[in-house]
């Protein structure tokens, strides 16, 4: 079974652009949670999705966005760039929500380096 | 509001040697408690999960957790460390009300040989 699968590895970007990650999750998983892992706030819940709805979000502001599709990927977008927003971007899902305490399965994360 | 304290930010120990990192969360009830573990460059891994009933519960490469209400505590041992165990360590705490993993700060394990 595929495990979760985040593209690019890598991303390099500039201040004030915006940008777009993709999370597809384990094969059967409908919840997409997002994290953001720096080594300053370590992890960080961005927020979550079960069957295309946001049921949570965490403390960042509105330029962090992102959405679940109807085949339970997801997408990730933060727009207008600040060089804070450098981190490793981690993607995790699992069978039910995070309230029910199911176990979260990562990917190995996006790299996004801001210059 | 929820917390996870990891108060061991680094441990050094030698190959074949016991380990017990240590993990504290702030909550009144009993949460759903989660040890990851991850390596350079890769995401989380499970090791092992406590939701309820015996309070030792096992998991993947030899680990062991145990929870203890009566301290707050769930701390993650192995009785003999493999130089392949170096990695960072994470506690995770899910209230059943939550909607939310809350992370520790992380442990980084060294092993020396």
């Known amino acids: 079974k595929a495990g979760v699968t985040q593209t690019p590895r890598y991303l390099i970007k500039t201040r004030g652009q915006q940008v777009t990650l993709s999370c597809s999750p384990i094969?059967?998983?409908?919840?997409v949670s997002w994290y953001q892992q720096t080594p300053g706030q370590g992890l960080q819940f961005l927020f979550e999705y079960f069957s295309e709805t946001q049921r949570n979000k965490g403390n960042f502001p509105g330029r962090f966005s992102g959405r679940q599709f109807s085949n339970s990927r997801s997408e990730m977008n933060v727009s207008t760039l600040e060089l804070g927003d450098s981190a490793l971007y981690l993607c995790a899902s699992s069978l039910g929500t995070v309230a029910d305490g199911q176990p979260q399965h990562f990917g190995d994360g996006t790299r996004l380096s801001i210059l | 509001a929820q917390s996870v304290t990891q108060p061991d930010i680094h441990i050094t120990v030698s190959e074949g040697a016991s380990l017990e990192l240590r993990c504290n969360y702030s909550?009144?009830?009993?949460?759903?408690l989660f040890w990851y573990v991850q390596s350079p460059g890769q995401g989380l891994q499970l090791l092992l999960k406590y939701f309820s009933g015996d309070t030792l519960v096992q998991g993947i490469k030899g680990f062991e957790a145990e929870f203890k209400r009566s301290q707050s505590s769930f701390n993650l041992r192995k009785p003999s460390v493999h130089w392949s165990d170096a990695a960072e360590y994470f506690c995770?705490?899910?209230?059943?009300?939550?909607?939310?993993?809350?992370f520790g700060t992380g442990t980084s394990l060294t092993v020396i040989p």
């Open positions: 094969s059967g998983h409908r919840s």
């Open positions: 909550y009144g009830a009993t949460p759903y």
């Open positions: 995770a705490v899910v209230t059943n009300t939550g909607n939310q993993f809350y």
